[in-house]
C-alpha cells in the first residue's frame, strides 16, 4: 500500500503541472512536504511496534493526507480553508474515487480515508473505528512534526511569508491571542497575527502530540530550545511553556 501510495501521488501531482512541467512553488512545498510526512511516519510507527498491516496504512495515510492541498490549490489558489474548502474532506473525497485500492481489506480502507479526512480538525472524535484513530493521531503527530520544522527553516531564512502570506514577520503577540491562551489555554488561527503568534500557537501543538516517539523526534529536531530563543518567556506564555515542560518530562 506504501509503495501504491508513492507511485499514484506522484503521478496525480504530475497533473497539477503547468505545460512546462513546472509545478507552483506552493504546490512543490505540498509535495516535498507529503514525502516529509511520509519519513516522520516511518520512524514514528517504526518505534510503536505496529503489526505490518496497520503500519502499512499508516504510512500511505500520513503519505495521502495532503491529497486535497492539490485540487484546492488548482481551484482556489489558497491554502486557507476557511475561505476555500476543507482539505482533508476533499482529499479523503478524491482518494475514495481515484486511488487504486484493489480491493484489499475494506477496513483498512476506510481507516486510511477517515485520518485523510480527520487529520486538519481541530480537535479529533474520541470515539470511533479504532483503527483510524491510531491513523489519525499517526498522521497529525508526522505532520505537525514536519511544519514546525518548515516554519522554523522559513522563519530562519527571513522569509516567513513565502509560507505563511498573510502573517506579520515581525512584532509580539497579539492580545486576543493570548488572551484566548489565558482563558481556554488554547489558542486558534483567527487570533494569530505575527510570527511570533504562530509559534506560540504551534508551541500549544506539542501538547496535542499523541505518541511518545513523536515526542523523541521533537526532542532530537531541537525546535524547542529555538522557539524558546526566538519567543523569550515571559509572565503571560509561562503557563504554557510549564504545560510543554510538564509534557515533555512525562514522556520520558
Ligand atoms: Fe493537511
Request: charge should be negative; proline fraction near 3%.
Amino acid at each position: 500500500m506504501r509503495h501504491r501510495s508513492e507511485l499514484w501521488l506522484a503521478d496525480y501531482i504530475d497533473t497539477f503541472r503547468d505545460d512546462s512541467g513546472r509545478l507552483h512553488p506552493l504546490v512543490e512545498m505540498k509535495r516535498t512536504h507529503s514525502w516529509r510526512v511520509l519519513a516522520n511516519a516511518e520512524r514514528i510507527v517504526g518505534a510503536l511496534g505496529w503489526d505490518e498491516e496497520l503500519s502499512d496504512g499508516a504510512l500511505a495515510a500520513s503519505l495521502l493526507h495532503d491529497t486535497g492541498r492539490f485540487p484546492q490549490f488548482a481551484t482556489y489558489g489558497t491554502y486557507y480553508d476557511g475561505s476555500s474548502v476543507d482539505h482533508g474532506r476533499l482529499g479523503a473525497d478524491v482518494l475514495a474515487v481515484s486511488f487504486p485500492w484493489r480491493g484489499g481489506d475494506a477496513g483498512l480502507r476506510e481507516a486510511i480515508l477517515g485520518a485523510v479526512r480527520l487529520h486538519n480538525r481541530r480537535e479529533l472524535p474520541t470515539e470511533g473505528d479504532e483503527r483510524t484513530l491510531r491513523l489519525a493521531r499517526l498522521v497529525r503527530d508526522s505532520d505537525k512534526m514536519d511544519v514546525l520544522n518548515l516554519v522554523r527553516r522559513y522563519a530562519e531564512e527571513g522569509r516567513i511569508n513565502d509560507l505563511l502570506p498573510k502573517i506579520t514577520p515581525d512584532g509580539g503577540h497579539s492580545p486576543e491571542l493570548l488572551r484566548e491562551f489565558s482563558t481556554d489555554g488554547r489558542g486558534s488561527y483567527r487570533n494569530v497575527r505575527t510570527l511570533q503568534d504562530f509559534l506560540l500557537l504551534q508551541l500549544s501543538w506539542v501538547l496535542d502530540l499523541n505518541y511518545g516517539p513523536s515526542f523523541c523526534l521533537l526532542k532530537g529536531s531541537g525546535w524547542l530550545q529555538w522557539v524558546e530563543a526566538r519567543l523569550g518567556r515571559g509572565a503571560e506564555t509561562e503557563k504554557l511553556w510549564r504545560s510543554v515542560e510538564d509534557r515533555m518530562a512525562s514522556e520520558e
